[in-house]
Nanobody, 134 residues
Framework: QVQLVESGGDSVQAGGSLTLSCTVS????????MGWFRQAPGNEREAVAY?????????????SYADSVKGRFTISRDNAKNIFYLQMNNLKSEDTGMYYC??????????????????????WGQGTQVTVSS
């Protein structure tokens, strides 16, 4: 059984930075798709970033970002600790929301707009709140 737990959410001023963590317990195996999502009150859930790799072929990790966060957010993984990160810089008030991580075995092989559908049968965390004040 795979479980995901997010942490690192906080209240920050606009222009500040935060790093969110998604700790994975259980085995995703060597090929996986992992994504970060966010949802603000009254808004639909939005895919923020994903990371995917095929460990069987020793290929490099591939990442993708929503246009709204490109150049400001970075998704990464610490393989030794089995933790995924979302480094968020130059935060804006519109980045406010509950942030969720989700993961599944197998490559992502999808666009950002369909990432939630791709991970719908995978594993989801409970979320961590990010509040950015201007």
């Amino acid at each position: 059984q795979v479980q995901l737990v997010e942490s690192g959410g906080d209240s920050v001023q606009a222009g500040g930075s935060l790093t969110l963590s998604c700790t994975v317990s259980g085995n995703l195996y060597r090929n996986y798709c992992m994504g970060w999502f966010r949802q603000a009150p009254g808004n639909e859930r939005e895919a923020v970033a994903y990371i995917t790799t095929d460990g069987r072929t020793n290929s490099r990790e591939s990442t993708s970002y929503a246009d709204s966060v490109k150049g400001r957010f970075t998704i990464s993984r610490d393989n030794a600790k089995n933790i995924f990160y979302l480094q968020m810089n130059n935060l804006k008030s519109e980045d406010t929301g509950m942030y969720y991580c989700a993961a599944d075995r197998g490559l992502c092989m999808t666009a950002m707009t369909t990432l939630a559908a791709r991970l719908s049968q995978g594993y989801w965390g409970q979320g961590t709140q990010v509040t950015v004040s201007s």
